[in-house]
């Protein structure tokens, strides 16, 4: 049976999306998951996939994000590793990328690179200096080197190609979990009455970190601009570097009366959110994939994905929502009015379109007998 090995930077309890999908790797390819860590970090907080192993690198100021652990402390990883006939590599701009180009042309076992959004243009536009150095240390031959690059989606592939020029690459959407909309009325009124919504009013929603990325305060503020008092904007997501202060401050600021923030929710409580609601909205800078927003469409929920959502091209084709041209605010409020002007019948149709996609191109069975093709394609004959 073939052997991966899975090489990751550490997943942490906020590091979103990337673990959802590396648990997803390690499940379908029967593989194990060695994370290099931040030895700053584990002090403070714990990995969240329970079964990987851990790689802490220095605690010196200056090598700690680098993520660089002792020699001694590899041996374990490459005695496991040269069992491999795969090595399957996420994220990119620590020593892990560069440790695995070196193992790999040492002991003659490929390596892919699954960037998860990493190689997106915005990502460039801060911490130049840092990346431009690791690129000239090791990183750019560590791209050129791999036997292929895993990209969730056509568009996150193309935005790599306008920075890095041409790229052998694969498209392997990631796996969505079904969505049981049996109890949608109930969920959807337990939500409601504990949050003082009336049944008929309009629900938008935030889902996922509040993080500046995503633009938050900007959704806050484009909800207040269309100046509806029926309007209701539902924020549901742990807080990350925007506090639950500054988004109240936010909507007390734009006038925005109605404004509920959940902090973070899961199981049965996540899907009642979303089906207390009647519209999805992301005005994040960069989505490789986003994870919340199809989550959304399996639940039925038509979205609004700004141009920074690499499945909006997909999700707007396929007939599940909005995907903008631009960034502009102008754009964001203007989308949402549109929107929220169509007959509530009309927008159920785009969320059944929205689910219909989801369920064709997104489920986990698909993406375990994909992701098993591709190893088979890229693993050491």
Not at 247 to 255: D, H, I, M
Not at 276 to 296: G, I, K, Q
Request: aromatic share 10%.
């Amino acid at each position: 049976m073939l052997k991966t090995q899975i090489i990751s930077l550490g997943l942490y309890s906020d590091s979103g999306g990337p673990t959802k999908t590396i648990g997803a790797f390690a499940e379908a390819l029967d593989a194990p998951v060695c994370c290099f860590c931040d030895a700053r970090r584990l002090r403070k907080d714990r990995v969240a996939l329970e079964k990987a192993s851990v790689l802490s690198g220095s605690r010196l100021p200056g090598l700690a994000p680098f993520c660089h652990p002792k020699r001694v402390a590899l041996q374990a990883l490459e005695a496991e590793a040269r069992q491999a006939d795969l090595l399957s590599c996420h994220s990119f701009y620590r020593f892990h990328n560069l440790w695995t180009r070196r193992f790999s042309r040492r002991e003659g076992i490929p390596y892919w690179f699954v960037p998860h959004g990493i190689l997106d243009p915005y990502v460039l536009s801060y911490g130049r200096f840092y990346k431009r150095a690791f690129l000239r240390m090791g990183g750019r031959a560590f791209i050129d080197d791999a036997a292929c690059l895993v990209f969730s989606t056509r568009r996150e592939w193309e935005k790599a190609e306008a920075v890095f020029g041409p790229l052998p690459g694969e498209v392997l959407p990631w796996p969505v979990a079904p969505v049981d909309c049996s109890g949608r009325e109930a969920g959807r009124a337990r939500v409601r009455k504990r949050l003082g919504i009336p049944a008929d009013a309009p629900v938008l929603l935030y889902f996922g970190r509040i993080h500046p990325m995503k633009r938050p305060l900007e959704t806050i503020r484009a909800v207040a601009a269309l100046e509806r008092e029926d309007l209701h904007l539902l924020m549901v997501g742990p807080f990350a570097g925007v506090s639950e202060t500054e988004c109240r401050e936010a909507a007390r600021e734009a006038g925005l009366r109605h404004l509920h923030l959940t902090g973070p929710v899961f199981g049965a409580e996540k899907y009642d959110c979303l089906f207390a609601s009647d519209l999805y909205l992301s005005f994040s800078f960069r989505e490789n994939f986003n994870h919340t927003a199809a989550e959304s469409m399996a639940a039925g929920l038509p979205v609004i994905l700004s141009a920074g959502n690499d499945l909006g091209p997909e999700a707007s084709a396929a007939g599940g929502g909005w995907h903008l041209e631009d960034d502009r605010f102008e754009t964001y409020v203007a989308a949402i009015e549109a929107a929220l002007a169509l007959e509530p019948v009309q927008r159920s149709a785009k969320g059944r379109h929205g689910q219909a996609f989801v369920e064709r191109t997104c489920s986990e069975r698909q993406f375990r007998l994909d992701l098993r093709r591709l190893a088979e394609k890229y693993a050491k004959s």
